[in-house]
């Protein structure tokens, strides 16, 4: 199910050098970081700490290397509040893509691209330990390769909204996304991805006025966004399991 058509209208708005990203929850304050990804542009910092990344006209091409043993990561070393950040991407023949925001001490939360799926969810935060990702929304959408999107991640507060193409959102909540955030990262599994248009703003720690029925229009369209077909599979073969049976009395 797509976002109502004046949530479209918001966020279909083009996005012109210096114009903050069009937003549901958060109020951008100030730009903080701006890299096209192209070998013209002008590049940030980047820890590039697995994969190949090229930049080029286009924008930077990652792929994740086998011998790594691990999917492509480049990084950030950039502290964070609230926040807003915005880059488009185009799959290539990747597995997966995500935009991952860490904290001082583990993974925080990460927005998921598959070619089939889009997630949005807050990371595992002990790996080892008890506490396990949450996933806030997780549906079946086609992003066919060669085509380019654009994503909207916003944190503000105990709540992240991700975003894209200004059609479909998922948030969720949780006292995790208060502590200071850090180290914003692009990945890659697979071969390859290509992504450009960054940027980074910072956020007023107030969400929008409309943020309340913003929030309950997306909740909506969450309910009845479509699941990807093994999580529905999954799910149906568990309310099969878990159906009373009947038992007949003898004859």
Same mark, same amino acid.
């Given at each position: 199910?797509?976002?109502?058509?004046?949530?479209?209208?918001?966020?279909?708005?083009?996005?012109?050098?210096?114009?903050?990203?069009?937003?549901?929850?958060?109020?951008?304050?100030?730009?903080?970081?701006?890299?096209?990804?192209?070998?013209?542009?002008?590049?940030?910092?980047?820890?590039?700490?697995?994969?190949?990344?090229?930049?080029?006209?286009?924008?930077?091409?990652?792929?994740?290397?086998?011998?790594?043993?691990?999917?492509?990561?480049?990084?950030?070393?950039?502290?964070?509040?609230?926040?807003?950040?915005?880059?488009?991407?185009?799959?290539?023949?990747?597995?997966?893509?995500?935009?991952?925001?860490?904290?001082?001490?583990?993974?925080?939360?990460?927005?998921?691209?598959?070619?089939?799926?889009?997630?949005?969810?807050?990371?595992?935060?002990?790996?080892?330990?008890?506490?396990?990702?949450?996933?806030?929304?997780?549906?079946?959408?086609?992003?066919?390769?060669?085509?380019?999107?654009?994503?909207?991640?916003?944190?503000?507060?105990?709540?992240?909204?991700?975003?894209?193409?200004?059609?479909?959102?998922?948030?969720?909540?949780?006292?995790?996304?208060?502590?200071?955030?850090?180290?914003?990262?692009?990945?890659?599994?697979?071969?390859?991805?290509?992504?450009?248009?960054?940027?980074?703003?910072?956020?007023? /720690?107030?969400?929008? &006025?409309?943020? $309340?029925? =913003?929030? *309950?229009? %997306?909740?909506?369209?969450? @309910?009845?966004?479509? +699941? /990807?077909?093994?999580? &529905?599979?999954? $799910?149906? =073969?568990? *309310?099969? %399991?878990?159906?009373?049976? @009947?038992?007949?009395? +003898?004859?």
């Amino acid at each position: 199910m797509r976002l109502p058509l004046a949530l479209l209208a918001l966020l279909a708005l083009p996005l012109h050098a210096g114009e903050a990203p069009a937003t549901l929850l958060a109020q951008p304050d100030k730009e903080l970081l701006s890299d096209g990804l192209t070998t013209e542009s002008k590049a940030a910092e980047w820890k590039i700490a697995k994969g190949k990344w090229v930049r080029t006209a286009e924008g930077i091409k990652v792929e994740e290397l086998p011998a790594d043993n691990h999917g492509a990561a480049g990084r950030l070393n950039q502290k964070l509040g609230d926040f807003i950040i915005a880059f488009d991407f185009r799959l290539d023949g990747a597995k997966l893509i995500s935009l991952s925001i860490n904290d001082a001490k583990d993974h925080m939360a990460r927005v998921l691209i598959t070619p089939a799926t889009f997630r949005v969810q807050r990371d595992d935060h002990d790996h080892d330990g008890p506490d396990k990702a949450v996933v806030f929304l997780n549906q079946a959408e086609k992003f066919p390769a060669g085509t380019w999107h654009h994503v909207v991640l916003e944190m503000v507060g105990d709540t992240m909204v991700g975003t894209i193409d200004g059609k479909f959102s998922g948030f969720g909540r949780d006292e995790l996304f208060k502590t200071e955030k850090a180290n914003p990262g692009l990945t890659c599994a697979g071969q390859s991805a290509t992504f450009r248009n960054f940027s980074l703003w910072s956020a007023k /720690p107030e969400p929008k &006025a409309t943020w $309340k029925e =913003t929030s *309950a229009q %997306v909740a909506v369209a969450m @309910k009845a966004a479509p +699941a /990807p077909v093994a999580a &529905a599979k999954a $799910k149906a =073969t568990k *309310a099969k %399991v878990e159906a009373p049976v @009947k038992v007949e009395a +003898a004859k």
